[in-house]
């Protein structure tokens, strides 16, 4: 539990969403140009954001990326497109109350993961689901799983450092201009940042010793995590990518901003524990 545990913070915290042992830069390999010009005009972005022409052609890279970070805040949620070593489609809701659903698939069976809130669920296969008298989803609770209740509120501390916004605000002091891109039809500007593993965890409000594995975790890859934006003309991000847990590549689409609704927890009649599960 304790593994599990880690594991999901410190990929999410990562940024990759699915890219747990199939991460990497997504992004082209262009190298960073600081007098890199924005694309011209916006290519429709899908709502949630706001206007201003943002697209870079004014504003430095770390001011472009607390603009977006302002404007994503505002959207407030997102549908995910995920491709690359993973490929799944995901709902993510980052203002109160935050909810994170993510379906992937691998070698023809799919795969749910579900957050709301503090407590993690995991979708059971057919063989888990029969063991649990049908029931669907696996309850991961760090305020019952943690002794003593250590390290409960991980998983939503988690969800905070996963928010667009905030992902965009630890990135901007050391972002650079990557060039001008078009991403899913939409003119955007590439932006690339390398964050130390140090100051994305310090960030995180963990219990110390679960701060304590996150970061031993991360930094098995390296001292930075590479992040990775493509920002359209209304400060909307577009695409993302980081780099940061194993080899590889993944990128995340976003697409109906401000659309998508949080996603309920499963009812009491759907859900069972890991020592249930234990148990047969």
């Not at 109350?97 to 698939?105: D, G, I, Q």
């Not at 990775?228 to 109906?256: D, H």
Request: glycine residues 16%.
């Amino acid at each position: 539990m304790r593994a599990l545990r880690t594991a999901a913070v410190a990929c999410l915290a990562a940024g990759l969403l699915t890219a747990c042992g199939s991460s990497g830069s997504g992004g082209a390999a262009a190298d960073a140009e600081p007098g890199a010009s924005a694309p011209a005009g916006s290519g429709g972005g899908q709502g949630g954001g706001q206007g201003g022409g943002q697209g870079g052609s004014k504003l430095g890279a770390k001011e472009a990326l607390l603009a977006s970070a302002a404007v994503m805040e505002k959207a407030g949620s997102a549908k995910l497109s995920v491709s690359g070593g993973t490929e799944g489609t995901g709902e993510f809701v980052w203002k109160s109350p935050k909810s994170f659903l993510l379906t992937t698939k691998s070698k023809g069976e799919e795969s749910k993961i579900l957050f709301v809130g503090d407590v993690m669920y995991v979708g059971a296969g057919a063989d888990a689901a029969g063991k649990a008298g049908g029931k669907t989803w696996m309850k991961i609770d760090p305020k019952a799983t943690a002794p003593g209740g250590g390290g409960a509120g991980g998983f939503a501390s988690t969800m905070e450092l996963m928010d667009p916004a905030v992902q965009l605000a630890v990135a901007a002091p050391t972002a650079t201009r990557a060039g001008a891109e078009t991403v899913a039809g939409q003119g955007t500007t590439h932006y690339r940042s390398d964050v130390p593993v140090e100051e994305l965890v310090a960030k995180m409000q963990l219990a110390p010793e679960l701060k304590s594995q996150v970061l031993t975790e991360l930094k098995k890859k390296g001292s930075t995590i590479t992040t990775e934006f493509w920002i359209n003309a209304k400060g909307e991000v577009v695409q993302q990518a980081s780099n940061g847990l194993a080899t590889g590549s993944a990128k995340i689409l976003y697409s109906g901003l401000g659309t998508v609704q949080p996603t309920k927890a499963p009812t009491d009649s759907e859900v069972f524990s890991l020592a249930d599960l234990l148990k047969q």
